[in-house]
């Protein structure tokens, strides 16, 4: 008896029992097959609907039948497999219906749809997803090189900046130093001047000291001789008097006007005024060169890229035609029958009517004008240089080489570019949006509602900063919307 249990535990092995961390807990897969406390799956088989542990899935590696079955990674979800209706395995998918049925299904409600194999339609979709994968990496190696180039701009940006600055410092540094040595040597010489003048008083001055003392004591000699009382000693001793020198000194200098260094000081005032104005010019040209140096970045695509460049838009009452009212902080113009009374100024637009905006436009900017529906407005912009006086087209906006100009009536829109007009077609809006991109010489206008609408771009060069600008029509109003 104990030799044939020997042979028995030789043929099947001496299994032990299970440890603990080889049961299902409530989190895991529980094997279909065990009884009592159930081992954790192994895997589940989609033909047989189950989840077996290590032991009960054996037949699907060693018996026939089974080692066709698909396994998967174990699931919780195989019973969503089955049909309702028909208690089948949902071995086919209908394209039309776009659900996975059964094969009863599929002769009867699902009789006339598109109906494939599971399978099949599971290597249809997953050759798409190859493909969608394929693009999506084709994307993600572009934007990569989009990264590096950026990372590569940013570099070569930051470079040139510090190397502008290190320049400017030299530069001013060089000219704060020939500001010195010129305030040396203006300096020096006064005090060169300084020391010669004052030198040639002090020796004039001891020479009329010395001819005061001289003078004083001839004056004493003289005194004596008049309080002489005796005739005869008097005319005695009167031819024997020294004559009287002449004057070693000439009193032209007390009439003629002194010459101090009033005029070196009015000098250095005016060459310091030549400089704050040198200075002044030049540091305006040298900012806007500074705020139009950007990086190479894209185009904005929706109405948010936009937003980032908001810019906020307020009107010059300096500029504003008699007829036009400003109001809302100056952001909003409504053109009135009545003149309203503004005051004469060079910048003013005398016949025509229309203003501009106080801010300058350089850089990357974007502003949205709301106009109403039966309005018609004129959104431009314009270098500040451009005419104001007359009723010559060299004045209005969008008729002349200095101003573009959108015409937008609340039907159509037409753009204007000295005095050649262009008919633009887009979806009508209330409100029209303005991107400019000065040094890249991009100026755009959108029709802005839900979505955003290309009306027309000009590609160009600018040669100064620009200004918006609107011109009015008889009952109509504008306003700059508050973007931020």
């Given at each position: 008896m104990l030799a044939a249990l020997v042979e028995e535990l030789k043929k099947t092995g001496l299994q032990a029992a299970p440890a603990d961390h080889c049961y299902a807990g409530p989190e895991e897969v529980a094997c279909d097959v065990c009884t009592g406390r159930k081992l954790k799956a192994l895997k589940s088989c989609l033909d047989c609907l189950a989840s077996c542990c290590e032991k009960h899935l054996q037949p699907h590696f060693?018996?026939?039948?089974?080692?066709?079955?698909?396994?998967?990674?174990?699931?919780?979800?195989?019973?969503?497999?089955?049909?309702?209706?028909?208690?089948?395995?949902?071995?086919?998918?209908?394209?039309?219906?776009?659900q996975c049925i059964c094969y009863l299904c599929s002769v009867e409600e699902h009789k006339d749809h598109d109906t494939v194999s599971a399978a099949a339609e599971r290597t249809e979709r997953q050759r798409e997803l190859g493909l969608r994968r394929q693009t999506i990496q084709q994307r993600v190696q572009d934007t990569e090189k989009d990264v590096k180039l950026l990372q590569q701009e940013e570099e070569a940006f930051n470079g040139s900046a510090d190397k502008a600055v290190e320049d400017s410092e030299e530069i001013f540094t060089e000219m704060i130093r020939l500001l010195e040595k010129g305030s040396s040597d203006v300096k020096q010489q006064i005090r060169s001047q300084q020391e010669t003048e004052v030198s040639r008083v002090r020796e004039l001055q001891e020479r009329l000291e010395q001819e005061i003392t001289e003078l004083k004591r001839k004056d004493q000699e003289l005194k004596q001789l008049s309080d002489t009382e005796d005739r005869y000693q008097f005319l005695h001793n009167y031819p024997s008097l020294s004559p009287l020198s002449?004057?070693?000194?000439?009193?032209?200098?007390?009439?003629?006007?002194?010459?101090?260094?009033?005029?070196?000081?009015?000098a250095v005032s005016q060459v310091r005024g030549l400089l704050q104005d040198i200075l002044s010019e030049?540091?305006?040209?040298?900012?806007?060169?500074?705020?139009?140096?950007?990086?190479?970045?894209?185009?904005?695509?929706?109405?948010?890229?936009?937003?980032?460049?908001?810019?906020?838009?307020?009107?010059?009452?300096?500029?504003?035609?008699?007829?036009?009212?400003?109001?809302?902080?100056?952001?909003?113009?409504?053109y009135m029958?009545?003149?309203?009374?503004?005051?004469?100024?060079?910048?003013?637009?005398?016949?025509?009517?229309?203003?501009?905006?106080?801010?300058?436009?350089?850089?990357?900017?974007?502003?949205?004008?709301?106009?109403g529906m039966r309005g018609q407005v004129d959104v431009s912009v314009t270098y500040k240089n451009i005419s104001r006086a007359?009723?010559?087209?060299?004045?209005?906006?969008?008729?002349?080489?200095?101003?573009?100009?959108?015409?937008?009536?609340?039907?159509?829109?037409?753009?204007?570019?000295?005095s050649i007009e262009t008919p633009v077609s887009g979806p009508v809006s209330s409100r029209v949006g303005v991107y400019l991109d000065h040094s890249a010489g991009v100026l755009s206008f959108y029709s802005v509602s839900d979505t955003m609408t290309l009306l027309h771009r000009v590609q160009t060069t600018f040669t100064q900063p620009l200004y918006a600008g609107v011109v009015m029509y008889l009952g109509s109003a504008a306003e700059f919307c508050k973007l931020k």
């Open positions: 060693q018996s026939a039948p089974f080692k066709k079955n698909k396994l998967v990674e174990p699931s919780e979800k195989l019973q969503e497999n089955i049909c309702s209706r028909h208690d089948e395995v949902m071995k086919m998918f209908c394209r039309t219906d776009q002449r004057s070693t000194h000439s009193s032209s200098f007390r009439i003629r006007p002194l010459r101090n260094f009033e005029d070196v000081t009015a030049t540091e305006t040209e040298i900012l806007t060169i500074v705020s139009q140096v950007d990086v190479l970045l894209p185009q904005p695509e929706t109405r948010a890229d936009f937003l980032r460049y908001s810019q906020e838009i307020t009107l010059d009452p300096n500029t504003v035609y008699k007829h036009l009212l400003l109001s809302e902080g100056n952001r909003k113009v409504t029958s009545e003149d309203q009374s503004y005051s004469d100024h060079p910048d003013r637009f005398t016949y025509w009517h229309q203003v501009l905006s106080r801010e300058s436009l350089t850089g990357r900017c974007y502003w949205e004008v709301e106009m007359g009723d010559l087209y060299e004045c209005l906006f969008g008729f002349n080489d200095k101003s573009w100009s959108l015409y937008c009536d609340g039907n159509s829109y037409s753009f204007s570019y000295n």
